[in-house]
């Protein structure tokens, strides 16, 4: 395949020879106009920074051997510096600092080095030096139409094209054991390399900084392989090889029609990209070493139409499945594997962590052992999953997929308990339905394992509350207990009806709220009570630090009651020191109608300071014994 018009003549090689090389030692340069070829072989080391005046041809079964040397290459104008018909092309640097520099746009396929499609001996070996700077249609680095491509050190860099930025494979077999391919761009897919049939191996070397399209279906910026309708097409990744830091999908692996895309891993590392760690939309994959980790999305994604394999090894990180995974042996998941909620996904044979399974919950899971099972939620309480016996439990977490507005009412049987993740996201009712509430008979956990998630819900509690993260906004009435288990505790905005016999006894509460719960109107005196952690002064068990008389309250009416209080209502005098001193620790507010009839408590913690310093100018001589009680 020829360029179209505009470019500039071949250097075709092999056509004559002029001369033998003597020895065959390397020939210095510093032009490829007039190349010499001994027995179908030239070895040439450029003596200087070179300008191509036309393109090099290697065809005819001949081998073109050339040493950088340290200098730059420069490819002619808007044209491809190499193509191979049939022939051998090696590319060294002995020096280290030797580049093959694009010039312009190529139209069409191939870059810098083009491989014809009709030739299956075309050879292509990079030991060193830099390919840079290329723009082509696709392949910009290498294009391959078929042949062998050894990438054994050296480096592909800054080349850009519509599909393979770095290189594109359309037939042959490219094995990468060495070198980098690195900020590498494709304004569709494959920054680094793109596969549409042929094979890739890569056991070393890196691809990294790489880009893709980034819209709606997040492309492979590392690795793409989109197998063509009716060919196979392969990636396989081992040993030291790194894919890493690219802005979208790290591997990308996909088929149009009949086409056959295979991906295995047994060694390596995947990680750090701003897409998937591995998108597998249909085909198969194998995974029996290496990582994939530190993704922005899932770390392996498997298609509805895709199967995973897992052999002997352990996989980490978050997994999406859709379609089937088998496990082998020793297979286990440490981390999270997120299982569609329809019956196309299926988890066979595996150990695994954490699962978190879609709604409609329709997905399987079979001769498997897990140490977490959580159901995601969908737009409503899954009634039909919330267990009824006293002693059981379910998990519960709002998915970061959907907007939380539940359709129904959650009922929590006694003894039952059910752990809700707030996850960060919003929790209300549908504005549609009316009277949606969460009735609790038995024990609710709300956790919020990332920040800002808030439910809206109306609570009534006879049970257990733990009030273990999140923001409660709804109306929450009290007739058992509100408690917490650990840090962060629930921040309650809303609403609290605290009714006789009620326990409130941690909560991150601002304000309070008094409802008349008798049948005739009537005031209330509410009363504030601090406990300071005591130990390093003596202090009361509590301290009235506050109080208020609501108005006149009429029978089921409320009125909200704000106490405030300042560094200096938590200070105590220090003798030894002559100042007013905040104890440092955990403190406690007490709210009730008196000392004896503490109706709701909450904790924080203070910092120790000073608040008031006084000169001891009346200070005696002699020390004064106190007298204490």
């Known amino acids: 395949m020829r360029p179209g018009g505009g470019q500039r003549p071949e250097t075709v ?9 003597s020895s065959g030692d390397y020939s210095e340069v510093s032009s490829l106009d007039q190349l010499t070829y001994t027995n179908k072989e030239c070895k040439v080391r450029l003596a200087a920074d070179t300008v191509m005046t036309g393109s090099v041809t290697v065809d005819s079964g001949n081998s073109l051997t050339i040493d950088l040397n340290g200098h730059t290459l420069t490819a002619p104008e808007n044209s491809k510096a190499f193509w191979i018909r049939n022939g051998a092309l ?46 082509a249609g696709y392949g910009a680095g290498v294009y391959m139409g078929n042949g062998t491509f050894h990438m054994t050190g050296g480096a592909i860099q800054s080349c850009s094209a519509t599909d393979g930025g770095g290189v594109y494979v359309d037939g042959g077999s490219f094995k990468m054991t060495n070198g980098t391919i690195s900020d590498c761009k494709a304004t569709n897919a494959g920054g680094g390399v793109y596969v549409s049939s042929g094979t890739f ?56 029609g009949s086409g056959t895309p295979e991906f295995t891993m047994t060694g390596g590392t995947i990680k750090d990209n701003s897409g998937f760690g591995v998108w597998v939309d249909n085909g198969s994959a194998v995974i029996s070493g290496g990582s994939v980790k530190g993704s922005e999305r899932y770390d392996v994604y498997i298609g509805s139409r895709a199967a995973l394999k897992v052999n002997d090894t352990q996989v980490g990180g978050t997994v999406l499945n859709l379609g089937k995974i088998t496990g082998q042996g020793s297979a286990e998941f440490t981390g999270t594997v997120e299982n569609s909620g329809y019956a196309a996904a299926g988890i066979t044979g595996c150990k695994i962590h954490r699962i978190e399974h879609r709604f409609p919950y329709k997905g399987t899971i079979e001769n498997s052992t897990w140490d977490e099972y959580v159901y995601l939620l969908g737009h409503s309480w899954p009634t039909a999953k919330i267990p009824s016996a006293a002693g059981e439990s379910i998990s519960l977490k709002v998915p970061s997929y959907i907007t939380a507005t539940m359709e129904n009412t959650l009922v929590i049987p006694e003894g039952v308990t059910v752990t809700v993740d707030l996850a960060g996201k919003p929790v209300s009712a549908d504005a549609e339905t009316s009277d949606i509430k969460i009735i609790n008979h038995g024990t609710l956990t709300l956790i919020d394992r990332s920040t800002g998630g808030a439910l809206s819900i109306p609570i009534e509690n006879d049970g257990v509350l733990n009030a273990n993260g999140g923001t ?60 300071a952690p005591g130990k390093s002064m003596d202090k009361p068990a509590k301290e009235l630090r506050g109080f208020a008389k609501t108005q006149l309250l009429q029978p089921g009416e409320s009125r909200e009651i704000i106490f405030k209080v300042k560094d200096t209502d938590l200070a105590s005098f220090d003798e030894s020191a002559s100042h007013w001193v905040v104890e440092s620790g955990k403190h406690e507010a007490q709210i009730g109608s008196s000392a004896a009839d503490i109706r709701l408590r909450d904790s924080f913690n203070v910092k120790g300071r000073v608040t008031e310093k006084v000169h001891a100018v009346l200070l005696p001589g002699e020390r004064i014994d106190l007298l204490k009680r």
């Open 472 to 531: 409660v906004t709804g109306e929450v009435t009290n007739r058992g207990t509100i408690q917490a288990t650990g840090t962060p505790v629930t921040q309650f905005t809303g609403t609290l009806v605290n009714q006789e016999g009620a326990s409130v006894t941690a909560g991150d509460f601002r304000g309070c709220t008094i409802t008349n719960n008798g049948p005739v109107a009537g005031k209330e005196v509410v009363q504030l009570y601090i406990s």
């Open 90 to 135: 090696t590319i060294e640097d002995s020096i280290g600092t030797g580049v093959i520099q694009g010039s312009g746009t190529v139209n069409g396929y191939g870059g810098a080095i083009w491989m014809s499609s009709g030739d299956s001996n075309n050879a292509l070996t990079l030991t060193g030096g830099t390919i840079r700077g290329f723009n």
């Open 201 to 256: 191996e890569m056991s070393g070397g890196s691809i990294e900084t790489c880009t893709a399209h980034e819209g709606t279906i997040q492309e492979g910026a590392g690795v793409k392989v989109l197998v063509s309708n009716g060919k196979e097409a392969s990636f396989h990744m081992s040993g030291s090889a790194e894919i890493k830091s690219c802005n979208a999908n790290g591997v990308s692996i996909a088929a149009i």
């Open 13 to 21: 090689i092999g056509q004559e020879i002029d001369q033998q090389n």
